[in-house]
C-alpha cells in the first residue's frame, strides 16, 4: 500500500471517530435536556396542585368565619394571577420562568397571611377541614421547594455538560446553550416579621 491510501484510511478513521463523538454527545445533551423539561413539568404540576388547593382552603375559611374580606380577595387575585401564566417546556427561559414563579410567590405570600390571620379565629383553626386543607396546602409548599431543587439539580447537570469542553464545541454548533435555574428572591435572608394587629 502506497502513503495515499494510509492518508485516506486516517482520514477516515478521524472523521469516523468525529462523527460518533458528535453523535453520543448530542444524545447524551438531549437526555439532560429532557430530564430538565421533566423536572420543569413536576414544578408546575405542584404549582397546579396549589392552584387546586386554594380555592378549597378559602371555601372553608369564608363558611367558617366572619372573615377578613380583603385577605381572601388578595388570595383570589393573585391565583388568578397565577394560573394566567403558565411556561410550558418549550417556553423554558429564564424569564419565562421567573414571571412565573413571581406570581406563584405571590400567591403563596397571600395565602401564608391567610393562615396567620386565621390564628386569630380558634374555632376555624379546630376545625377538621380546615385543619386537614392546612396540612395539603404545606405539604404541597413542601413539594415545590422539592421540585425546585430537582429542577436546579437538572439544570445544573445539563449546563456542567454544555459548558464542559469538548462538549462545549459540539454543543454549541448543536444549539445547546446553558439554563438559568431557580435563585432566591431578592430580600429572601432577611428575617419575615409576623405580627397580629
Known sequence: MNKKSYAVYI????????AIYTIVTFNSLVKKEELVK??????????????????NLVNVVKGQADFEQTVL?????????ASSITTTTGELT??????QTAAQNDLANATSRLLITVEK??????TEAFAGLQAQLEGTERRIKISR????????????????????IVGGLLGFKA??????DAGADKLIEVKFN
Open 11 to 18: 482520514v477516515a478513521a478521524v472523521l469516523a471517530v468525529i
Open 38 to 55: 421533566k423536572q420543569w413539568n413536576e414544578v408546575n404540576s405542584a404549582y397546579q396542585r396549589r392552584l387546586d388547593l386554594i380555592p
Open 73 to 81: 380577595t388578595q388570595i383570589t387575585e393573585a391565583r388568578a394571577k
Open 94 to 99: 429564564a424569564d419565562n420562568f421567573n414571571k
Open 121 to 126: 379565629y380558634p374555632v376555624l383553626k379546630g
Open 149 to 168: 431543587k430537582d429542577f436546579n439539580a437538572a439544570i445544573a447537570d445539563y449546563n456542567s455538560s454544555v459548558k464542559s469542553f469538548p462538549v462545549n
Open 179 to 184: 439554563k438559568d435555574g431557580f435563585t432566591a
